[in-house]
């Protein structure tokens, strides 16, 4: 604190090699540029996630080159490639394990959205489990479109972070996403051609009958 | 010296000379028999007496709907010999309901998982097999997916998860 000479008329002086900047500029700058990424990559986005951070694409210019993989280091996750119904209870316990202030990129089609894969056993976009701040379209996307996400959550980082995290408290704030309306069509399958069909669908008939 | 695969005209004999006439066919060197699902425990341990020490694969297909079918669910044994480079193949039909067929874990131990990943995929019992859950479905999932009257996406069970809001992470 600064101290106020007499007679200054209120105006504080400060040496030269003072910087005045609110708290939470102070740290949001801190963390935007010590992202410290958790690689949860499952699929080919990983590959090029693994590019991102090698020679080349040097992930290091923004700070985000310390690839860990222990969650309780890490305060960025990128999930890279698909997630299967298998793998999400991991992928949340892993969320769970890392250390607030904590961020989420989805890399590509697939961890945001399925992309091709519209099965039975692949989630259709993690965002309708945990919480997401940025999306990478692509399939895979390039290391340039992975680094200006950074850059993009860097961005987003300066612009909202608060020292205290209130920025997180969002439930009042974000729609919960709809879950895919599913398709319980029954079997359409034309009996007639079939004989192996006929047969179990009269045997159905026939149960049906003997229960009535 | 060209090498000549053996051929299995022989075994298949020694085949249906113990369990009768048996449906077989061969397509390009590679042969096939039929077997019914009483006798198929029988078939399969005499071939790994006669010398097929190695099962490579254990797998099944759905005939629902395909023309012409007349069983449901086709099983199909790859068997090989490491020392005659022999290989057969064994077809085994079953069908709905409890579409069951005898394990063959205690004659090759390589059928463990892949009778696992049959029962997990397509719902075929194999009774006296050591362990049999599920193997690459989780734990809780009910349905046979590999089915083909198993809808493509699924009957929900991909969105059956609790949602983490940044509140409770």
């Not at chain 1, 099965?119 to 200006?148: H, K, N």
């Not at chain 1, 860097?154 to 974000?174: A, L, N, V």
């Amino acid at each position: 604190m600064a101290v106020m000479p007499s007679g200054s008329g209120g105006r504080i002086e400060l040496p030269e090699n003072v910087v005045v900047s609110r708290l939470d500029a102070l740290a949001n700058w801190c963390r935007k540029n010590s992202l410290w990424p958790m690689p949860f990559a499952t699929a080919c986005c990983g590959i090029e996630l693994m590019a991102t951070g090698a020679a080349k694409h040097d992930l290091a210019r923004f700070g985000a080159e310390v690839f860990r993989f222990s969650p309780r280091q890490c305060d960025l996750m990128i999930v890279a490639g698909r997630v299967v119904m298998k793998m999400l209870p991991v992928l949340q316990r892993i969320w769970q394990q890392m250390h607030e202030p904590k961020w989420c990129i989805s890399m590509g089609a697939c961890a945001s959205t399925g992309g091709v894969f519209d099965t039975y056993a692949v989630v259709q976009g993690i965002d309708r489990f945990i919480p997401v701040d940025m999306y990478v379209p692509g399939c895979p996307p390039r290391p340039e479109q992975l680094i200006q996400a950074i850059i993009d959550l860097q961005d987003k980082i300066q612009r909202e972070g608060t020292i205290s995290g209130r920025e997180f408290d969002t439930s009042g704030r974000q729609l919960r996403k709809r879950a895919l309306v599913e398709i319980t069509a029954p079997l359409t399958a034309d009996a007639s051609r079939n004989p192996l069909l006929q047969r179990e669908l009269a045997a159905a008939a026939d149960a049906l009958a003997d229960r009535n | 010296m060209r090498f000549t695969p053996p051929s299995v005209a022989d075994v298949l004999a020694g085949l249906t000379a113990r369990f009768g006439d048996l449906e077989s066919s061969t397509f390009r060197g590679q042969t096939r028999v039929v077997v019914p699902v009483s006798s198929a425990f029988d078939v399969l341990a005499a071939l790994e007496e006669s010398g097929f020490d190695l099962l490579v694969d254990v797998t099944c297909v759905d005939y629902l709907e395909y023309p012409g079918a007349t069983h449901r669910y086709g099983l199909v044994y790859l068997l090989a010999s490491t020392s005659t480079n022999q290989r057969l193949t064994v077809r085994v039909f079953v069908d709905d309901p409890d579409p069951t067929v005898r394990s063959v874990v205690s004659l090759w131990r390589a059928a463990d998982w892949l009778e696992r990943e049959v029962w997990d995929l397509f719902g075929i019992r194999f009774t006296g097999h050591p362990n049999l859950r599920r193997l690459v479905m989780p734990e809780e999932f009910t349905a046979h997916p590999l089915r083909k009257d198993y809808p493509l996406q699924g009957r929900g069970e991909r969105h059956n998860f609790p949602v983490i809001t940044r509140d409770h992470s």
